[in-house]
């Protein structure tokens, strides 16, 4: 039981007193108009002042008024103190809940106070006594009235007590007081983890705080003029005390006048109500109905509404109410009491006091309906459920009614019964349920009391049987389920007389005086759901009419032969429940069913007859079940045993409904007991009953039916049970539905997916722990948690909860919870043998029930972590905790914060370190005090070193005699880790003693001392311990927010002199005078290491002082003398110190966001000139002058010196003037001047330094942006130029020309990104003769033209050096000009995405023609039509020179092609080849050598073309395509070549090949390769192909062969050079004509048979042909090794090739040759010298054998391509490559892919990459490693490194960065592979500045790295070569 306050236990002026301080600060935030009614209180002599000056108050003086006021009632008497606190309750908002409930507690609840609050609040007053007598009608009709009410009601009473077991006394009925919860939206306020404060205030519970038990007559006392609102669960009895309430009243008792008007509605009788009306209709037609005239209602009604106060109306049962109660949110005006409303406005009106305001309401609901009367409600009251006591008198009346010995010996029995089933006891908590419970065990004990009786089957008592084993013998607790509503008439507090005397009948047969025998445990219903099986068959039971009937008991004994027996009566009530269940209807009319079931149902007692009142006033019986669950539990019989009950209705009704109800929940009138009944019938325990029931009439289709619900049931929970989103109060209900299903899988589910069950902020109830428990209890060894945190819980819950075993974790939070909680629980944690963490937190525990605790904690061995924080143990409670210590032997953590205890309880724990193995303390303030304890360990990893404690004493007042206790126990304490004092005002003294004991303590890492109000006395103090205590190391002080000081120490090293010591002084206000003492010890300390004096206040004059003492700290390393407010002498005063420091190399000097100065130092005296400095001036303006100074300082730096003024501010003068001195200063390596050039102006002025110096090697200039000059120590051979981002245009432009002209030679030239337009490039290019440049020269980004192209283009003739020209005037603006130190070398012109005219076509062509050397024309995506290449290739023939021309355009396939193609042929008579290939046009233009031909018509003179090769390839083309091509093709009797591969011919496309080919006599090569297998092609050609006997390379790839093709076939194939029959299919006939035919090319020198099918047979014949062949040059048999079949066949083979000794092209991909084909392949390597090609994909080479093929290839010097991806090499095949790939020189392609090399194969690959000076192609994608950085770096070694494949190797940016260093060096490098790899954007940010100097590199793959789309984006719009596609 909660634990409330009494109003008379506290004086209520001590509770105003207590919390005055909370009152002022609510009052402060009130309105003025609530201020000046509470003022009004006062007598007006004291509160005249007050009044007077309230007109215009101010704050100070609202104030001021508010303590008057809470000061006068303070000392005034009781009663006006209480009057005062009641009306601020109701005017006040915004008061935290438990300090209203204290208020209103202490001050009562007195009518008349609470009356005037009200009309105060309603802005009401009170009418004279004149006014209301005019007001008042006639009393003698009013009185009359009265007298009929009183009447009815003592009638209704009469009705309903003789049904009675025992009389009903409200004085003997319990309630517990609830809070009202006015506010709406208060705060939660529930402890958090984080929450600090002495103490935390208690939760506002969801279901209200309880705040004191009393008995309804007090409860009721001052309910006038008020809404009163009780609760209780269904069948707590509230119909039947509202009925005695009004028959109360009827005598003139009660707290009810008898003058007033007592109205008792019925919610489920106003259902009926369906019409709109009044309330005089209400009242007078409805309730009691009245014959009098039309004048005396009227004056009745006028009677009520003149005195509204003298009526009172009490509404029972709104939980079955099927409307809802409308809340007003602010005051409206008043209600017509003559107009119609409907009923539910009528109610609502009521309750918002917008009829008859002042009247008293009584609600009667269940505690979830609660909500919808919140701030409506003045009271609330739940009543209490019956004790152990009650019950046992209840049961006692129940069989003892007629007096024989008989029925008292049963019901001393059935006591004893009830109180050990804990489903009965929890049942027998709510009055009408008793009554149920009663009549379930005297069935029971009647059925084992017959010794007729059958014994139990074995099999059925298995079903029945308790899972959890024995009955408990433990004195069981009353429980609260949440089950049903109260029957209808008289609750639980009534007995049938039929009942009754049916007892009577059954006990007189002979054995009364004899005791009832014992209940077989198996007969005890060990569910819910078992105990309404078995009261089912106790109302089945009952007839009587049949009670000395021998049958009837035989009934009795054999429960399932009564189901049976009333199989179709059960059917029909069954579909009834069901049906009304779905209908929220309770209430049935004689016409719902039929008339024997209701007859059946009221003769069973099944049913109650009620009364109903119809629409029109007239009296109707109507019927209801027993109870309302009763009419749930037959609804779950209807859906488990009926197939009217689809799966669908079943899965919609099934939900986990909780007893606590949100505001969004549905309303139901019934008990949502549905779920339980529905999990617990799907146990097997009740299958047999189920059977009995079924719709199939048993037999095995019923029991197969029901098995079948059953399991759909136990599915629905199986997913509940996996469930992560239930919450507490879900959990909870889920563990009741998994106890009545009595399935253990289903509890183990439930815990496996939830290490801790979190019952939060709920109140439990013994039979809630019951459930838990069976839970629980099945997870098994492993354990689990239980979180009762702000729970409601009384001491009965934890007798059950011992029945949850195996658990680890048990958490209470609540105020709620004290010592005799505390106590209860200590008696109870003995039998916890496996917890490990016990919170008992934010309660209110003594030290009295610390020592409870204390004493019973001993005996859970198995405890690690104790949290008792937030209670009130002080340091007497935290002492006798400290005991448990030294007993647990694994106890780890205790928290003891927020206990109002004192420093002394720190020191008793400080002094008992090393005895209590405390491993760590950590106190703030007294808000925390955590202990962490170390135990001692057998295990193996004992010996390892422990770490040392810890002690933090954090926000704690400090004086000098309380630091010198603490200081005297931690001087006395084992070795500590960290020290903390941090938040503790430390004055002068108290520091001092500190510093006294300091050098006592045995610190092993640091002392903190932060914000301890620390002086620069005190600083110089502690800078002392550098050098007074050698273990000191480190000191960190800041004096300024936030204050931090740090005490570093050695460790407890033995050898302290090498230790480096730290001086960190920062933000501590330090003046130069300052300094000099700090400088003092500083002398002292050699063994200073790093200085921090930065945020200070030193000045010039401060850093002159530094730099004097520099010469003595011998062992410094860096000194920050950042943000000092030193001037901008300190440039020249540290560049002085750089060049006559020696130990000085690095100076930061910056002027940007705070001013920074940083020196750094190095002790190592090396060579002078080998010591590298810098000089860094970052973010400052330096005039010219300052620059001329500084650089003439530097000029005395005799060391490699690097200078950077990066983000300065350099004027053009300021650059004139480091011009000047840049030759005298020779050791400069670096200039930086990154984002310090502003001007184009100031870069063109540095940009001489080409001409100045001649040590230049670098020079990369860009506006605002990266900027540096490097600098050789000799005369460079060649400088690197970018000056990019600025305006060159007009002077600019001429100004760098000229500067170019007069200096050095160039290797590359980027002038990208700088306004050039068409003019500027026209200007550069006209000069470009006389530049000196040996690469490239970039003008990418210029906004050039297609007028500007040709200017490019022009380049070509113009200048002898340029090789080649690419244009792209796409989004990319690509513009780069290649030179070559080769006069005569091939020129190429590439234009791509420009979209060139006729014209631009014309002007190319004309430049073109006089190019001097052999040209190379590409033409991509330029929108160029037919007409206009027709056009270009005519001027392109009339120069009479060679060309090759490719000109790529989407429209170039299919018939467009084939077009193309034939005007091109007509056009010119020069065309050497001429294919397309995809989209591509490919030509190439030689001297005409033109051939005609006499036909027999002399007359008809025909001119032939001498092309050679004419090819189709992969372009759409099909075979009728061709037609258009016939005659061109006749007119080249010269041609060699034909291809049309990768096309569709089919017939059509053969027809044209037959017709064509007699007219080509010198055709030697013929390729129609097909995408589609077809037998018709080389079925027709095969005729064509024999009689074309010039024909020696042949490809047929892709093609159907038939017999017939096949040997025609055959006879031409000795004589050909080249035959490719790839991916060829043929029959096992045809395919060995072709494949013996081989052995006889003995001209054979390129054979392709990649992915045929060879059987055996075809096999051996192959590897015979093989063997007569010798004259292969080039073999390829992919993927055939799969179609061999066993690995002899591979050996076979490969042994065929012995005799290929001019073998150079060999592929072998998918043999799966594995070992022994190795083995083979490396005995012919050595034969092979000639080999360029080899691979061996897919080949299952282990890295051994890896090893011996690199051997083997050591001896074919002419390798040039080395393919093995896809296999098995590791790092010992990598090691190997290291020794042999050096040797094979000619090496061009190497790719090792997909194989399982590591970092040390990494290493050694990289050593083999660097003696490739030839390799153009590497890949190594997905090797197995993501350390790819020597790789990467040796690339640097390959210069005509082409493609590089790095891709799913998961590299970071440290792979990223090596390539940026290696992509300028390989200026051929075309495409590098990165994708699937875990670059950042940091990494690609690298890649994007390192294309700026590789202008031919095209693309860098970086799909699936670690880059957001967003960034991907970003860094896409700024280089558009990076890729982030899959694509």
């Known amino acids: 039981m909660d634990e409330g306050v009494d109003p008379d236990s506290e004086n209520v002026n001590s509770v105003l007193a207590q919390e005055s301080l909370e009152l002022l600060n609510i009052l402060s935030g009130q309105s003025p108009t609530v201020i000046m009614e509470l003022c009004q209180m006062m007598p007006s002599d004291a509160g005249c002042n007050i009044n007077q000056s309230s007109s215009n108050p101010s704050s100070a003086a609202v104030t001021e008024h508010i303590k008057a006021l809470l000061e006068y009632f303070r000392v005034a008497n009781s009663a006006d103190c209480r009057t005062f606190l009641q009306s601020m309750c109701l005017l006040c908002d915004n008061i935290p809940m438990h300090l209203e409930s204290r208020l209103m507690s202490a001050a009562g609840y007195e009518n008349s106070v609470f009356e005037q609050s009200n009309q105060n609040v309603m802005g009401g007053k009170s009418s004279p006594p004149s006014e209301q007598l005019i007001k008042r009608p006639r009393i003698d009709y009013w009185m009359q009235y009265i007298a009929v009410v009183t009447h009815s009601l003592q009638r209704r009473w009469e009705r309903v007590s003789e049904q009675l077991v025992s009389e009903v006394q409200l004085e003997n009925v319990w309630v517990s007081l609830r809070t009202a919860n006015r506010a709406r939206d208060r705060p939660d306020q529930t402890p958090g983890p984080a929450d600090k404060g002495a103490r935390t205030p208690e939760p506002d519970w969801d279901y209200g705080s309880m705040d004191s038990r009393v008995t309804l007559e007090n409860f009721l006392q001052g309910c006038t003029g008020k809404v009163t609102v009780l609760v209780g669960p269904a069948g707590s009895g509230k119909t039947l005390l509202m009925s005695c309430l009004g028959k109360q009243w009827a005598h003139g008792l009660g707290p009810i006048p008898s003058s007033c008007l007592f109205v008792l509605l019925e919610f489920r009788q106003l259902n009926v109500l369906s019409r ?96 919808d009367l919140e701030g409506i409600s003045d009271k609330v009251g739940q009543l209490l459920g019956w004790d152990c006591q009650e019950i046992k008198e209840y049961v006692d009346n129940y069989f003892g009614r007629k007096g024989h010995s008989a029925n008292r010996a049963h019901g001393v029995k059935a006591a004893e019964l009830l109180v050990s089933n804990r489903h009965l006891l929890a049942m027998s908590s709510l009055p009408a349920l008793c009554n149920i419970s009663c009549i379930c065990l005297e069935y029971l004990l009647l059925e084992s009391r017959d010794p007729r009786r059958t014994p139990i089957p074995k099999e059925r008592e298995s079903e029945t049987r308790l899972q959890a084993g024995e009955i408990e013998e433990k004195e069981p607790q009353i429980q609260e389920r949440k089950i049903g509503k109260e029957d209808t008439e008289g609750g639980g507090y009534v007995q049938r007389e039929d009942q009754g005397r049916k007892n009577e009948g059954i006990l007189m047969d002979g054995t009364i005086n004899r005791p009832p025998p014992p209940l077989p445990q198996g007969q005890i219903p060990s569910t819910l759901t078992q105990v309404y099986l078995t009261v089912l068959s106790a109302f089945l039971s009952r007839d009587p009419g049949t009670r000395g009937n021998s049958d009837s008991l035989n009934n009795m004994k054999l429960p399932q032969s009564i189901l049976r027996q009333h199989r179709s009566e059960l059917g029909e009530l069954s579909q009834l429940a069901w049906n009304s269940l779905e209908e929220s209807k309770i209430l049935f009319m004689k016409e719902d069913m039929p008339q024997d079931v209701l007859e059946f149902s009221i003769r069973k007692g099944l049913f109650s007859q009620v009364e109903l009142r119809c629409e029109d006033g007239t009296l109707v019986n109507s019927y209801c079940f027993t109870h309302l669950t009763l009419q749930e539990f037959l609804a779950a019989l209807r859906i488990m045993t009926s197939d009217d009950v689809s799966d669908t209705q079943l899965k919609k009704r099934f939900s986990l409904r909780t007893r606590w109800m949100t505001k969004s929940d549905q309303r139901t009138v019934f008990t949502d007991s549905l779920h339980l009944f529905v999990c617990g019938l799907a146990s097997p325990n009740c299958t047999p009953a189920l ?28 997913k509940l049970c996996q469930s992560n989103n239930l919450t507490g109060p879900k959990i909870l209900e889920l563990c009741h539905c998994v106890q009545e299903s009595q399935d253990n899988q289903l509890a183990k589910q439930v815990v496996g997916a939830r290490p801790t069950l979190e019952l939060r902020n709920i109140r439990l109830l013994p039979n809630d722990i019951d459930a838990v428990a069976f839970v629980v209890n099945s997870v098994g060894d492993n354990g689990i948690g239980l979180d009762f945190r702000a729970c409601s819980m009384e001491t009965e819950c934890l007798d059950a909860l011992p029945r949850c075993q195996h658990i680890h974790y048990l958490s209470f939070c609540s105020r709620k919870y004290g010592d005799k909680f505390a106590e209860k629980l200590s008696s109870i944690l003995p039998e916890f043998k496996s917890l490990r963490k016990l ?51 694994k106890l780890l953590l205790v928290k003891l914060g927020r206990n109002n205890s004192s420093l002394e309880a720190l020191n008793f724990l400080i002094g008992k370190m090393s005895f209590l193995n405390i491993q760590q303390i950590h ?228 002027d940007g966001d705070g001013e920074q100065v940083i020196l750094k130092f190095c002790p190592d005296e090396r060579d002078e000139k080998h010591q590298k400095k810098m000089f860094r001036i970052n973010n400052s303006s330096l005039l010219p002058s300052d620059m001329t100074t500084l650089c003439k300082r530097l000029v005395q730096c005799h060391c490699y010196l690097e200078l950077d003024l990066s983000h300065c501010s350099l004027t053009d003068k300021a650059i004139e003037n480091l011009l000047k001195v840049l030759p005298k200063m020779t050791s400069l390596q670096r200039l930086n001047v990154s984002h310090s050039i502003t001007s184009t102006t100031g870069a063109l002025v540095l940009l001489r330094c080409l001409a100045v110096s001649q040590r230049v090697t670098s020079v990369e200039l860009r506006a605002q942006a990266e900027s540096f000059i490097k600098f050789d120590s000799v005369k460079a051979k060649e400088t690197r130029c970018r000056l990019t981002h600025c305006s060159l245009q007009g002077d600019n432009l001429e100004r760098l020309l000229e500067i170019l002209q007069r200096g050095p030679q160039l290797s590359d030239l980027d002038l990208s990104s700088n306004q050039l337009e068409e003019e500027g490039v026209k200007k550069f290019v006209d000069r470009l003769q006389k530049l000196k440049v040996t690469g490239y020269v970039n003008l990418s980004n210029n906004g050039l033209t297609q007028n500007g192209l040709l200017d490019v283009a022009n380049t070509l003739c113009t200048c002898n050096n340029v090789s080649g020209v690419e244009i792209s005037l796409n989004a990319e603006d690509r513009c780069v000009i290649w030179f070559t130190p080769y006069e005569d070398c091939e020129r190429t012109l590439s234009v791509t995405d420009s979209g060139l005219g006729r014209d631009h076509l014309v002007k190319l062509a004309e430049i073109i023609s006089v190019t001097p050397s052999p040209t190379k024309l590409e033409f991509k995506n330029n929108l160029l039509q037919l007409d206009w290449i027709e056009e270009f290739l005519k001027l392109l023939n009339s120069s009479q020179r060679g060309f090759s021309v490719s000109i790529d355009e989407r429209w170039i396939r299919s018939e467009e092609a084939v077009s193309l193609l034939c005007r091109c042929l007509h056009l010119s008579s020069n065309i050497h080849s001429i294919r397309v290939h995809h989209t591509t046009l490919h030509l190439s233009l030689m001297e005409s050598t033109e051939v005609t031909s006499v036909s027999d018509d002399s007359a008809d003179m025909t001119p032939l073309m001498a092309i050679k090769k004419i090819g189709l390839i992969d372009c759409a083309v099909e075979g009728h395509h061709l037609a258009s091509m016939k005659s061109s093709i006749q007119r080249c009797p010269l041609l060699t070549e034909l291809d049309f591969s990768h096309n569709s011919l089919g017939i059509e496309g053969a027809e044209f090949l037959c017709s064509v080919l007699p007219s080509l006599p010198n055709l030697t090569s013929l390729s129609i390769g097909s995408k589609e297998a077809s037998v018709v092609v080389v079925e027709k050609l095969s005729e064509a192909l024999l009689q074309a006997t010039a024909i020696e390379c042949l490809n047929l790839s892709g093609h159907a062969v038939s017999d017939t093709a096949a040997k025609i076939v055959t006879r031409m194939l000795p004589r050909l050079r080249s035959l490719n029959l790839s991916h060829c299919t043929w029959s096992a006939c045809g395919g060995l004509q072709l494949i013996q035919t081989l052995g006889e090319c003995v001209r054979l020198e390129d054979l392709c048979l990649d992915c045929l099918q060879l059987n055996e047979e075809i096999r051996m014949s192959l590897a015979q042909a093989l063997r007569k062949i010798n004259s292969i040059r080039s073999l390829r048999l992919n993927k055939i090794a799969t179609a061999m079949g066993p690995s002899n066949s591979v050996l076979d083979l490969l042994a065929a090739m012995e005799g290929l000794t001019r073998i150079q092209d060999i592929e072998l991909k998918g043999w799966r040759m594995a070992d022994r084909g190795i083995e083979e392949l490396t005995r012919l390597l050595p034969v092979w010298t000639e080999l360029r090609k080899i691979s061996l994909s897919k080949n299952l080479i282990s890295d051994q054998l890896g090893e011996l093929l690199l051997e083997a290839l050591n001896s074919c010097t002419h390798l040039e391509e080395l393919h093995l991806p896809s296999n098995s090499l590791g790092d010992v095949t990598a090691a190997r490559m290291a020794l042999v790939l050096p040797s094979l020189t000619n090496i061009t392609v190497l790719d090792i892919s997909e194989n399982k090399i590591g970092y040390e194969g990494s290493v050694s690959l990289s050593k083999a990459i660097m003696c490739m000076k030839k390799l153009t192609k590497i890949y190594l994608t997905a090797v197995g490693t993501s350390e790819l950085c020597p790789v990467a770096a040796s690339l640097a070694h390959c210069p005509l490194l082409q493609d590089v494949g790095l891709g799913w190797n998961n590299c970071g940016d440290k792979v990223a960065l090596e390539l940026v260093r290696v992509m300028p060096l390989c200026q051929k490098l075309t495409r590098i592979d990165l994708e699937s790899n875990a670059m950042t954007v940091s990494g690609a940010e690298s890649l994007v500045k390192a294309l700026q100097s590789c202008p031919a590199l095209r693309i860098i793959r970086l799909w699936r790295n670690n880059v957001s789309l967003i960034e991907a984006q970003r860094l896409r719009q700024k280089e558009r070569r990076l890729n982030f596609s899959s694509t």
Request: charged share 20%; hydrophobic share 35%; glycine share 6%.
């Open 839 to 889: 919170e008992f937190c934010g309660a209110s525990l003594t030290s009295t029930g610390a020592a409870s605790l204390a004493s019973a904690l001993p005996s859970c061995p198995e405890v690690t972590e104790i949290n008792l924080s937030d209670n009130n143990l002080k340091d007497e409670g935290i002492k006798h905790i400290t005991e448990i210590f030294t007993k647990h032997p």
């Open 923 to 1150: 106190a703030d303030g007294m808000k925390e005090l955590t202990v962490t304890i170390s135990q001692k360990s057998d295990s193996l990893d004992s010996h390892k070193t422990q770490s040392e404690p810890t002690i933090s004493l954090l926000n704690l007042k400090w004086s000098r005699p309380d630091m010198q206790k603490i200081a005297n126990s931690l001087a006395r304490c084992p070795a500590l880790s960290i020290l903390k004092f941090s938040g503790g005002h430390l004055d002068v003294d108290t520091l001092r003693m500190l510093i006294e004991f300091l050098p006592k303590f045995k610190i092993t890492d640091k002392i903190i001392v932060n914000d301890s109000g620390l002086t620069v006395e005190g600083l110089v103090s502690l800078t002392a311990l550098l050098s007074d205590c050698p273990t000191v190391v480190e000191l960190r002080i800041r004096l300024q927010s936030p204050a931090q000081v740090s005490i570093v120490f050695s460790g407890g090293r033995k050898n302290t002199k090498e230790i480096s010591k730290v001086l960190c002084l920062r933000c501590c206000g330090l003046l130069p005078t300052h300094l000099e003492r700090v400088g003092r010890s500083l002398g002292t300390c050699p063994d200073l290491t790093f200085l921090d004096l930065s945020s200070n206040c030193l000045g010039n004059k401060g850093l002159r002082k530094l730099l004097d003492i520099l010469p003595h700290l011998s062992g410094i390393q860096e000194i920050n003398a950042s943000n000092n407010r030193i001037g901008k002498e300190r440039i020249v005063m540290l560049a002085g110190a750089l060049c006559s420091q020696n130990n000085l190399t690095e100076i930061h000097t910056s």
């Open 691 to 718: 059977v009995q029931l079924a719709r199939t009439t048993g037999g095995t289709g019923g029991q197969i039916w029901v098995k079948k619900r059953q399991t759909l049931v136990l599915n629905l929970l199986t």
């Open 276 to 371: 709109p009306l009044s309330l005089s209709e209400l009242l007078l037609r409805h309730y009691v109905p009245v014959k009098e005239s039309d004048h005396e209602k009227e004056a009745i009604v006028h009677y009520l509404l003149s005195n509204p106060e003298q009526s009172c109306w009490v509404l029972d049962g709104y939980d079955e109410f099927h409307s809802k109660i409308t809340k007003q949110d602010v005051q409206i005006e008043l209600l017509d009491p003559e107009k119609p409303l409907p009923v539910a406005d009528l109610i609502s009106g009521l309750l918002n006091r917008q009829l008859l305001p002042g009247c008293t309401l009584m609600v009667t609901c269940r505690v979830r309906d609660v909500l």
